[in-house]
């Protein structure tokens, strides 16, 4: 998934929308955060992020809250005694009028402090909601993108004795790529596809469904597009990127379609504990993605490379929190397995503290050549989030010999992106006459070795 873009023009966000979506625990634990502020703050600074603007008075919310419950309690104790008493005077046949006054004025006084803290505590969840995770400490500190660090390179650039077309070129003149009519049906950043540019897009879900199922032992599960508020919260896209998502009225709820199928493969074990036997737990689904973009105005805007609607293949993982970054490298290795199989060329970047996404405590970025355009561009995201959508979600497991439950840690990646890869088939296999090879693991679910010209 897109990373950073999302979500850092909406560091603002309005407390009130923020509050609205906070159903569940934040990512970050209360004692966590009071007892690490400092190391919170550095944290924080790595991302590129001012700390004050972040935590907010999160300092003085948490010292003012435990302030208020030890009144309460302090008060409580007070009004205990004075209830014992009251019952020894009324045994003893005594007045007890002002004991009994007291005990009201003390009851008073008790949830009034009650309700502070309440509202603190809510004031502090809220100030929780809005922290980003907690670069790992093998992430590359940075100020920017810039600052991402290569890892790999697999493959080679292809040569051209001619200079090679972008996609948006090729796919106009072979007719199987149709931006005019989509923007007719739906507006910008829409796409048609026709004839073998529509098969090819159906083939490639299909191949790598297969490559990740039957080759690397993902199970596939086909989830809904449309999921409940809980679930984007769950996986951290509510509720600092609500502009980013399309939201659909429901009755007196509402939904959202999904913008990955990240939302609810995650959430498919919310509120569930798993059993550690069953870890890692390696699932695939092919979906389409729905994103506003809002974030990304005047980026993009030719070809298919930004949509509002596009397909995507990814993979979910669930497992120990000990393994979560051994997974991490296979789920990148998965990933990558599809390029190599199709012969493209790309190479892996691990993202600098200032480039992570909201939720990733470390993420590699897949990026393939692009010949046409002559850049490497993102087709795949693989991240490991350690236990924070795990602690939003509230997905547990059971360690083996233990009674208490412990979050587990979750992990996604694009494998891939079905339009960038598209794009790269056109652009990496144009010919000399205008038509496009398609790669030879592919041709068995495309049908056909070529593209060449339709007339739609």
């Known amino acids: ?35 690490n ?28 809250r435990r302030q208020a ?12 005694r004075a209830s014992e008493e009251i019952a020894k005077l009324k045994k003893s046949g005594q007045d007890a009028s002002t004991l009994v006054a ?11 402090r009650e309700k502070v803290a309440a509202d603190l505590e809510k004031r502090s969840q809220q100030i929780l909601a809005g922290l980003p995770n907690l670069p790992n400490e093998s992430v590359p500190v940075g100020k920017s993108a810039e600052d991402n660090a290569e890892i790999r390179r697999w493959g080679t650039p292809p040569k051209f004795d001619f200079a090679p077309k972008p996609h948006w070129e090729l796919g106009e003149q072979l007719g199987v790529l149709d931006l ?34 039957r080759e690397q032992g993902y199970t596939e599960v086909l989830p809904p597009y449309l999921v409940n508020s809980e679930s984007m919260y769950g996986t951290g896209q509510l509720p600092k990127f609500a502009s980013d998502l399309f939201r659909v009225p429901h009755g007196e709820k509402e939904l959202w379609l999904i913008p990955t199928a990240e939302v609810p493969v995650t959430n498919l074990y919310r509120d569930e504990v798993l059993e550690a036997s069953h870890l890692p737990r390696s699932l695939t689904a092919y979906t389409p993605c729905f994103r506003s973009e809002a974030g990304s105005y005047g980026k993009d805007v030719r070809g298919i490379i930004r949509q509002h609607q596009f397909q995507k293949v990814e993979l979910v993982k669930f497992c120990r929190p000990e393994d979560s970054y051994q997974q991490l490298e296979k789920l990148t290795q ?10 493209l060329h790309y190479r892996v970047v691990a993202l600098s503290t200032a480039d992570l996404g909201f939720s990733s405590a470390k993420t590699y970025d897949i990026e393939v050549w692009l010949p046409g355009q002559q850049l490497f561009r993102e087709i795949s995201s693989c991240s490991n989030f350690e236990a924070f959508q795990a602690r939003r979600a509230n997905i547990r497991y059971r360690p083996e010999g233990k009674n208490k439950t412990e979050f587990v840690h979750t992990l996604n990646g694009s494998g891939l992106a079905i339009g960038r890869t598209w794009v790269a088939i056109v652009e990496n296999y144009q010919q000399p006459d205008g038509s496009v090879l398609i790669p030879e693991a592919l041709r068995p679910y495309v049908g056909a070795e070529r593209i060449t010209a339709s007339k739609f």
């Open 102 to 112: 007291e005990t009201k004025e003390l009851r008073e006084q008790i949830q009034d």
């Open 37 to 64: 502020l400092a190391l919170v703050e550095q944290k924080l600074r790595d991302r590129g992020l001012d700390p004050a603007e972040i935590l907010k008075d999160f300092h003085q919310v948490d010292q003012q």
């Open 180 to 213: 005019e009519r989509a923007a007719k049906l739906s507006g910008a950043r829409f796409a048609v596809y026709w004839d073998l540019g529509a098969r090819l897009e159906r083939a490639l879900a299909n191949f790598m469904l297969d490559v990740h199922t």
């Open 69 to 80: 419950i030890t009144d309460a309690e302090t008060i409580k104790a007070r009004r205990n």
């Open 1 to 35: 998934m897109h990373r950073h873009e999302w979500w850092r023009h909406a560091v603002n966000v309005q407390w009130a929308v923020l509050f609205r979506y906070s159903y569940e625990p934040p990512m970050l634990d209360l004692n966590f955060v009071r007892n």
């Open 334 to 343: 998965h990933a990558e397995t599809i390029l190599q199989k199709l012969g």
